[in-house]
């Protein structure tokens, strides 16, 4: 979370007295108790898991990268971190409508005082709660800067995962939300408008996971790193 943007919520909705920092932490610092939560994941559908891998297509991964990479960079508040909004954007909407997919949205979502929105894709049009599948697609300013590691490697996982998905004409039982965000780099505002957003229009969220620098292989190693620092 923003603290600080949450700090400015707090303080424009209540009377600022000596105990409102204290009462802020507890607030936000609590687990609210949910008997619904399921704290273990089964295993399964190895079949069709399996089936989806054998149709990722490195090919068209290593494509994408080289257009992502073509911009000189995908700073957020860039005419070229928008144009790259508008592009993967097409991209998920050029899929839909290749593999006759009716059940897709892609919309934007703001980003502040930033130019660059974020690109939101729900998969499904089912109201449950769901799975987040994303990555950034920003880059740092101030010269060439293409990001092939960080992250458009991320970003191409995610298009490609979105691809096999529709692809595939599997139905699933939970929506599936396909996000590339954006202004990651100027300190995660970008998903943070994209959180706003959910929750104020009541999207619950079943699990998230979130692709960055995909690419990277410490000499070559095949070894797939999880970030466990700040992370549920």
């Known amino acids: 979370m923003d603290v ?11 009377i600022v007295t000596p105990t409102s920092a204290k009462i802020f ?26 089936q989806l891998l054998a149709q990722i297509n490195p090919q068209s991964m290593w494509n994408n990268l080289t257009t992502l990479t073509n911009f000189n960079d995908r700073y957020a508040n860039s005419d070229n971190g928008v144009e790259a909004a508008n592009w993967l954007k097409a991209q998920i909407e050029n899929l839909a409508k290749q593999y006759n997919r009716e059940d897709v949205t892609v919309t934007y979502v703001k980003t502040g005082r930033y130019k660059q929105p974020s690109v939101v894709a729900k998969i499904g049009n089912q109201t449950e709660a769901g799975i987040v599948i994303g990555g950034h697609m920003d880059t740092l300013s101030n010269g060439r800067k293409p ?11 995610t298009l490609e995962v979105a691809r096999t998905l529709l692809a595939s ?9 396909v996000i590339f965000y954006a202004a990651e780099e100027e300190g995660l505002v970008g998903s943070g408008y ?8 009541n999207i619950p969220v079943d699990a998230v996971i979130h692709f960055d620098l995909t690419g990277y292989a410490y000499k070559n ?7 466990s620092d700040y992370t549920n």
């Not at 990001?147 to 996982?157: E, K, N, W």
């Not at 190693?221 to 970030?227: F, N, R």
């Open 25 to 50: 932490l507890i607030k936000n610092t609590q687990t609210p108790i949910n008997s619904n939560l399921k704290t273990s994941y089964q295993i399964k559908y190895e079949a069709q898991v399996n």
């Open 4 to 14: 600080t943007r949450e700090w400015n919520k707090f303080t424009e909705k209540n």
């Open 194 to 201: 994209v959180v706003s957003e959910f929750k104020k229009k």
């Open 147 to 157: 990001g092939a590691d960080d992250d458009g490697s991320g970003s191409a996982t």
């Open 221 to 227: 190693q095949s070894t797939m790193w999880l970030i």
């Open 169 to 177: 004409g599997m139905q699933f039982k939970k929506p599936i939300y």
